[in-house]
């Protein structure tokens, strides 16, 4: 069966999530791609965004304003607008927000997988204490956090 559709969306019309605390508007949808792949707009404050985490779809970032930390692997660089990065499937990425405005980048995952994910975790964690919830819903998406970095004795 054949989904795809020709899709406007108008600024302001795409449902705006609330995503670790970044924005996020899936501008088109893997329902409208037949899951080929999905594109998303996404607003970063300063430090916001996914911890490094891995998945089996490529994910490709291309900035649009202002600067994000990226890291790919054991790597950090900097991206800033006009900037493209892409991260193959199974490879360890994150990224946060690093300017002092807001970041903006428009994603495309392929084929089409984050969008359940970032609405279960728009639905579900409401604030800090619920961060925690994060890893679960990611495991339940296909989404493999890296555990956090154990601390060092002075």
């Known amino acids: 069966m054949n989904d795809r559709q020709v899709r406007v969306v108008r600024r302001g019309e795409a449902e705006e999530l609330k995503v670790l605390g970044a924005s996020v508007r899936f501008l088109c949808e893997g329902e409208h791609t037949s899951g080929a792949f999905s594109l998303m707009e996404v607003s970063l404050p300063r430090d916001a965004g996914p911890p490094p985490h891995e998945h089996d779809w490529d994910e490709a970032y291309f900035v649009t304003a202002g600067e994000v930390a990226f890291t ?22 994150g990224f946060k927000g690093a300017c002092d405005g807001l970041a903006r980048m428009v994603i495309m995952d392929a084929p089409a997988h984050a969008g359940a994910f970032f609405k279960e975790v728009d639905r579900t964690v409401k604030s800090p204490e619920q961060l925690t919830l994060v890893p679960q819903i990611g495991a339940k998406h296909g989404i493999r956090f890296a555990p956090p970095p154990v601390a060092q004795a002075a």
């Open 72 to 93: 790919i692997g054991r790597e950090t660089t900097l991206v800033r607008a006009g900037d493209f990065v892409y991260a193959p499937a199974n490879v360890l990425h």
